[in-house]
T-cell receptor
Framework: KQEVTQIPAALSVPEGENLVLNCSFTDSAIYNLQWFRQDPGKGLTSLLLIQSSQREQTSGRLNASLDKSSGRSTLYIAASQPGDSATYLCAVSLYTGNQFYFGTGTSLTVIP | EAQVTQNPRYLITVTGKKLTVTCSQNMNHEYMSWYRQDPGLGLRQIYYSMNVEVTDKGDVPEGYKVSRKEKRNFPLILESPSPNQTSLYFC?????????????FGPGTRLTVL
């Protein structure tokens, strides 16, 4: 069974700092990996999706990388802002592409 | 506006009283899925559907039923709810299956079973 781990569970940084969130998974036979953010009381918002054949994806200040062989992904956030405060979740889908496994998330606080 | 909607958003019920949580998407997505989110456990997949009349179990299907009679709707049914089904439930949908299965989520339904 796929196990997805996100470390740290919580992170607090001053505004403007660059930061890295980590996601690791036990089964490298993934189809894709997706990063989400979750705001309190709200649903999940998709940030980036990396297909298994890709190494990274970028969107604005966000960059996600994937190393399938080592079972790791990182989400890099440049020049953090208070509006980035949220919980960040990663999810992997197995080779069928239909079943998804989520990490427990990293709660990020960006201090003004 | 493209969206996934869930109803109700909040529900308090009692053990054994059948309930249905509705999920609807207006994006013509083939794939739909239900998750529950619990503190310390993250999101876990309950059921998913590849298309109309095609459903399959996720990681934690016990105590739940689903149906997919129309493409846009994917209701979650709890025939006899129990307190351990108290959770935050999310519905999600996506256009493709396979490598580019980017999921879009509904706002969540917070269920309390007394």
């Amino acid at each position: 069974k796929q196990e997805v781990t996100q470390i740290p569970a919580a992170l607090s940084v001053p505004e403007g700092e660059n930061l890295v969130l980590n996601c690791s998974f036990t089964d490298s036979a993934i189809y894709n990996l997706q990063w989400f953010r979750q705001d309190p009381g709200k649903g999940l918002t998709s940030l980036l999706l990396i297909q298994s054949s890709q190494r990274e994806q970028t969107s604005g200040r966000l960059n996600a990388s994937l190393d399938k062989s080592s079972g790791r992904s990182t989400l890099y956030i440049a020049a953090s802002q208070p509006g980035d405060s949220a919980t960040y979740l990663c999810a992997v889908s197995l080779y069928t592409g239909n079943q998804f496994y989520f990490g427990t998330g990293t709660s990020l606080t960006v201090i003004p | 506006e493209a969206q996934v909607t869930q109803n109700p958003r909040y529900l308090i019920t009692v053990t054994g009283k059948k309930l249905t949580v509705t999920c609807s998407q207006n994006m013509n997505h083939e794939y739909m899925s239900w998750y529950r989110q619990d503190p310390g456990l993250g999101l876990r997949q309950i059921y998913y559907s590849m298309n109309v009349e095609v459903t399959d179990k996720g990681d934690v299907p016990e105590g739940y039923k689903v149906s997919r009679k129309e493409k846009r709707n994917f209701p979650l049914i709890l025939e006899s709810p129990s307190p351990n089904q108290t959770s935050l439930y999310f519905c999600a949908s996506s256009f493709f299956t396979g490598p580019y299965n980017e999921q879009f989520f509904g706002p969540g339904t917070r269920l309390t079973v007394l």
